[in-house]
């Protein structure tokens, strides 16, 4: 039996939002107990604000009545931020307006607004989003700025914190800032002005970590907090926008944001290359991402098996066979041949296992790519019954890819996940992977455990990489992420946390944690 909601509570919300806008029925609250992750959390009620006005309500009785808030868009999230057991706001229902601005070059959104409309309607004006994750036409912008989501094209260039112009948040003690109207940081309340250029001062005085810092952003991350706001924005209210991104609601809540776009290449060519080397597809990948591509995707056997079914590949698929999907995008068909040309020159002397052949027809095109995007539904529909499929998202040093896959295959089969695919953008050295797991057993439970303890040591201890690459650290990463950043960076987060929510009343558990088994 779920435990009855407290009625003072409910009086309290009704009050707030109307009748209509708490759900606290047993049905609907365990409808919302799951997001697109492992985590399950019932929510004490659900409610659904229509403005501002009522989501300061909300703030205001979460801190009367000792709850918590967690803001969820479309719920796409597979690391846990999305969930529970205190008071979830929907934003899917009331929170969907969007204009498109300067003929597409900038778009503005509120959070409740999935990426695939908005890509749908800059598609006539020749842009798009920046981040292209593969979740874009279920995942909202809420979640795609909460996330700085990234994906296949985008790499750390174009992802949300890169293409990020101005948004308006409303902070847990009900301060609205709005870091594009003129004036914003006089308008910002002088305790925070001052701790947010602190905290600034403080990290560009500590050289070590401002190095740390400008390292690990180097590549793609989104482990703990946007610390790089700290060295790219001196005005407090840009770093505040910026920390914003990658936050996953634990900082406040973004209200509106205005994206740049970037142009979206009418003309392009795509290759599939065939290893029968693991390791010799990934000697290539440094001089292939050097010429220039757009896409550079690399799977594994397992991954490649997978999908067996779905696809005749011109080559037996052994058990260190691999592939590079490789595309590449212009404007004009002169340019479209001349990265063609560059890509095929980076493969000179590479051991392929059938001839590399770049196609521009849109079917063959399609037929490669469903090989990649309908790898994580393949796997997903061929789990054992009763079990869950976790999706992980790593990131190793792309002159290192090949070892850090060997790796992990090892590491899997010692931990008894011997066949999990290996997948990802190898162009940025990010790796995905997908096991299925019974977590109702208490005993897979342990071993689910050891391996990702196991995991943590290998990405950080042997490869200085990142534990989460795009998908944000959620609750799977939060225990981790003073051992990938280390205590000085770490307690720059800590400070930063206390100086926006002191109480503790954003997403509880997400992005940092001290529970070591969370």
């Given at each position: ?187 910002l309340p002088e305790a925070l002005r001052r701790g947010l250029l602190a905290l600034r001062d403080d990290v560009r005085r500590d050289e070590a970590l401002a190095a740390r810092i400008r390292a690990k952003f180097a590549g793609k991350n989104t ?296």
């Open positions: 039996m779920l435990p009855e909601p407290d009625p003072r509570l409910l009086h309290d919300l009704r009050g707030a939002l109307g009748e209509a806008r708490v759900l606290a029925t047993p049905l609907d609250r365990l409808a919302r107990s799951a997001d697109a992750s492992i985590y399950r959390l019932v929510p004490e009620a659900v409610v659904r604000p229509r403005d501002l006005a009522q989501v300061r309500a909300l703030l205001q009785l979460a801190r009367r009545h000792d709850r918590s808030l967690t803001f969820r868009a479309a719920g796409t999230s597979l690391s846990g931020q999305a969930v529970s057991d205190s008071l979830l706001v929907e934003l899917a229902h009331d929170w969907g307006a969007f204009r498109i601005l300067d003929e597409g070059r900038r778009v503005w959104s509120q959070p409740g607004v999935t990426g695939g409309l908005i890509n749908r309607r800059l598609a006539p004006l020749g842009r798009r989003l920046g981040p292209d994750p593969a979740s874009i036409d279920a995942a909202m912008l809420g979640g795609i700025l909460a996330n700085n989501a990234s994906g296949m094209c985008c790499g750390t260039a174009e992802n949300s914190y890169r293409t990020l112009e101005s948004l308006s948040v409303l902070l847990a003690d009900g301060t609205l800032v709005e870091s594009g109207r003129p004036g914003a940081d006089e308008r482990t703990g907090y946007s610390l790089n706001a700290f060295l790219d924005c001196d005005s407090p209210a840009e770093i505040l926008a910026r920390l914003m991104v990658g936050s996953q609601g634990t900082l406040g809540f973004v209200a509106e944001a205005t994206l740049r776009t970037v142009p979206e290449p009418p003309l392009r060519a795509t290759a599939l290359l065939l290893f029968d080397r693991l390791r010799e597809a990934g000697a290539v990948v440094p001089a292939i991402a050097a010429a220039g591509v757009l896409a550079l995707e690399i799977l594994d056997a397992a991954s490649l098996r997978s999908q067996a079914g779905a696809r005749a590949l011109p080559v037996a698929v052994r058990e260190d066979t691999a592939a590079l999907l490789v595309e590449v995008a212009a404007a004009d068909e002169a340019t479209l041949s001349e990265g063609v040309g560059r890509a095929l020159a980076a493969l000179q002397g590479a051991a392929l296992a059938a001839p590399a052949r770049f196609t521009r027809d849109p079917d063959e095109r399609a037929r490669h790519w469903k090989l990649r995007k309908g790898l994580f539904p393949a796997v997903g529909a061929a789990r054992p019954e009763g079990t869950s499929v976790v999706i992980e998202d790593v990131a190793f040093p792309v002159p290192r890819l090949a070892e850090a896959i060997a790796d992990l295959q090892a590491l899997f089969a010692r931990h008894g996940y011997a066949g999990t695919a290996v997948f990802g953008h190898a162009r940025d050295g990010n790796l995905h992977f997908t096991l299925a797991e019974d977590f109702g057993n208490p005993r897979a439970v342990q071993r689910y455990d050891g391996f990702m303890r196991a995991l943590v040591e290998l990405v950080v201890g042997r490869y200085d990489g990142a534990l989460k690459a795009e998908h944000g650290s959620g609750r799977n990463m939060a225990p981790f992420v003073r051992d990938e950043w280390g205590a000085a960076a770490y307690a720059v987060m800590r400070r930063l946390k206390r100086l926006l929510d002191p109480d503790g009343l954003l997403h509880p558990g997400v992005l940092l944690s001290d529970d070591p088994r969370a």
